[in-house]
């Protein structure tokens, strides 16, 4: 569920998003449960997951995520993003209130000129206060979002980046290599930088990897780590089911769904969707059709980022035999008894080895 609603966009960012239009926050509640009633009849009668995402959803006036949050059916993970500077000591205990078990927090970088150079309003206080009051609200659930590559960043900030989010102790960090698209604002102002960077990249994976897992955390996909439990499970189920190949209905401008053999995205247009939503039509979407071998590959490539093995069937049309028995012969990936899956040397590959895969 999307919730498009920013205080400031930053430069590298291209989700749909909007500024500056808090008298709509109410309509737009208003067209998400008109939505989810409309679609209602796709949805399983208990839903595993719930993801409210953005944008920055803890921007979007309280009551009315309030109000969000009571109108959406009940799942077994209901996760929020949020920015830290949102999270107040009201917000937290009205996020648990509500329902929520899992809040995920953009954090990018506990560095303040690296913050500035992505434009996050947060600083490193606001971080650790916003865990602070999450945790007094009783969330025993919390991931952190963090960022490398930044324009400016070097080894020694990122082990310190590392040092203050283990410091916190989530349950959870996802940790992501910066993408900043063609064309845009940040593409201009840090250009230069951003190739330098680039050069840069693997080390840096290399060492994300080391000191999460070293610290304890379970690197069981190729961005996402999650505390190990032996009373619970503390991977983000909801991006489990994205990676697993699970439909998954998607609500808001922008949003995706995934539906037996269709895809569809709903407009971005926040007028239009308001506009079709209030007279009780379903937003305008674009259609894709998802055949067999599209859906294969999309497995592959997904279930690939994942530290279990993928089972064969799910794959056979679209692995290619010559590149199979290429990058098992290179110690890249393994055949196993409940399947394929990457080793440590492929995973650091990732997405170069499944293209060898790929038929």
């Known amino acids: 569920m999307h919730l498009?609603?920013?205080?400031h966009r930053c430069g590298y960012c291209d989700f749909v998003t909007v500024t500056g239009r808090d008298g709509q926050h109410a309509a737009y509640v208003d067209a998400l449960l008109r939505?989810?009633?409309?679609?209602?009849?796709?949805?399983?009668?208990a839903l595993e997951t719930t993801f409210v995402g953005g944008g920055t959803p803890t921007v979007t006036a309280l009551p009315e995520l309030v109000r969000l949050l009571a109108g959406l059916p009940r799942s077994h993970e209901v996760t929020v993003e949020a920015n830290p500077e949102t999270v107040t000591a009201e917000v937290a205990k009205a996020l648990?209130?509500?329902?929520?078990s899992r809040v995920s927090l953009g954090v990018q970088s506990f560095q303040p000129e690296l913050l500035r150079v992505l434009e996050r309003l947060a600083g490193p206080g606001d971080v650790r206060r916003a865990v602070q009051h999450l945790r007094d609200a009783g969330f025993d659930n919390i991931s952190l979002d963090l960022i490398y590559g930044i324009p400016?960043?070097?080894?020694?900030?990122?082990?310190?980046d590392l040092a203050a989010a283990l410091a916190l102790e989530p349950e959870h960090l996802s940790c992501y290599e910066l993408e900043a698209k063609p064309g845009t604002r940040f593409t201009h102002a840090w250009g230069e930088e951003l190739r330098r960077q680039?050069?840069?990249?693997?080390?840096?994976?290399?060492?994300?990897?080391?000191?999460?897992?070293?610290?304890?955390?379970?690197?069981y996909e190729t961005a996402n780590f999650c505390r190990g439990d032996r009373t619970r499970d503390l991977r983000s189920q909801h991006n489990l089911g994205y990676w697993l190949g699970h439909d998954y209905l998607g609500l808001g401008i922008g949003a995706v769904s995934t539906i037996g053999e269709e895809r569809r995205r709903n407009t971005p247009q926040l007028g239009r969707y308001l506009a079709a939503l209030a007279g009780g039509r379903a937003p305008e979407r674009e259609l894709e059709e998802l055949d067999a071998a599209v859906k294969q590959r999309e497995r592959l490539l997904l279930g690939l980022r994942l530290?279990?093995?993928?089972?064969?069937?799910?794959?056979?049309?679209?692995?290619?035999?010559?590149?199979l028995a290429r990058v098992t012969g290179l110690g890249l990936a393994e055949r196993t008894a409940a399947g394929l899956r990457l080793t440590e040397r492929g995973r650091y590959l990732g997405g170069a080895v499944t293209v060898e895969l790929m038929r």
Do not use: S
């Open 307 to 323: 530290d279990e093995p993928l089972p064969l069937a799910a794959i056979e049309q679209a692995l290619d035999a010559d590149g």
């Open 152 to 160: 400016g960043q070097g080894p020694a900030e990122l082990a310190a």
């Open 4 to 7: 498009p609603f920013c205080a």
């Open 198 to 219: 680039a050069d840069a990249m693997e080390d840096y994976f290399e060492r994300v990897v080391a000191t999460l897992t070293d610290a304890g955390y379970r690197w």
């Open 35 to 45: 939505e989810l009633e409309l679609e209602r009849p796709l949805l399983a009668p």
């Open 96 to 100: 648990r209130a509500a329902g929520v």
